[in-house]
């Protein structure tokens, strides 16, 4: 069993300013997001100001959406009590489903107003969302939340507040799985031309697999527990992802495979 490396969840306190390190992952992730699609600019004929736009909406589709997602999803008997629970932000809870939802709005409005292919913009931007999901749960971790079953695995850690029992780190496994893997696997891919949708469809596919099999590990949330045949609500939502993603991959590579031949 591992010692969990207790860390203060405020990263640095000004007065009654406090700036926490959950909140600075998703700046992080944010930042090399933003990087990254500037080197990578040119292949959508995107400019320097419309890749921060671009940022800028996806930034407001995560935060809305994870927001209503998690309220929806996950909270939605408390949304119905109590409506402006669902303005508290700073009493934490976001969803990535939610998240992902906004974001696609988000992508499409900017597709839109730039008359962009949404599904070319959404290949474009898919390589750099693993960044921030990773960097989030590195958050998860640090705040000692959304921790993992028991367990008597020797990497097993006692989580404060989650009793006595040494849990699987399923934060840090999120990390390693729907952050660095899923970013290697789509950096990779998306390195030579792909027939449209493509990408899209493997982060679909890819983040669902990976996240259905972490959550056999994640404890699921105890006002929910687990659900349909004995699955969390998480394996639930990430089932349509994966089939949305077979299906767009499968249709780009028709439609690439009907063009070659007309």
């Known amino acids: 069993m591992l010692i969990y490396p207790e860390i203060d969840p405020v990263a640095i306190s000004l007065g009654p300013l406090q700036v926490h390190w959950y909140g600075l992952t998703y700046l992080v992730g944010f930042l090399a997001a933003w990087w990254l699609a500037r080197q990578r600019a040119d292949r959508l004929g995107l400019t320097k100001e419309q890749v921060g736009d671009l940022l800028f909406y996806s930034a407001i589709g995560v935060i809305l959406g994870g927001r209503l997602g998690y309220a929806l999803f996950y909270h939605f008997d408390r949304v119905l009590a109590d409506p402006l629970w669902l303005l508290r932000v700073w009493e934490g809870g976001m969803a990535f489903h939610g998240g992902f939802l906004g974001v696609v709005l988000a992508v499409w409005l900017f597709a839109r107003k730039h008359k962009i292919h949404w599904l070319q913009l959404g290949d474009f931007i898919a390589p750099f969302t693993p960044i921030g999901l990773g960097l989030g749960r590195l958050g998860n971790f640090i705040n000692g939340e959304l921790w993992g079953r028991t367990s008597d695995v020797p990497w097993a850690m006692v989580f404060p507040g989650a009793g006595p029992d040494p849990r699987h780190p399923s934060q840090l496994y999120q990390f390693a799985l729907e ?14 031309p792909r027939p449209v949708g493509s990408v899209s469809g493997l982060f679909l596919m890819g983040y669902g697999v990976l996240r259905f099999m972490v959550e056999f590990t994640r404890e699921p949330d105890a006002h929910l527990g687990l659900l349909l045949s004995g699955l969390s609500m998480g394996q639930l939502l990430s089932l349509p992802m994966i089939l949305a993603g077979a299906l767009l991959m499968h249709l780009a590579y028709r439609h690439q495979k009907a063009a070659k031949t007309a």
């Open 179 to 192: 952050g660095v893997v899923l970013f290697a696997l789509l950096w990779w891919f998306s390195r030579h």
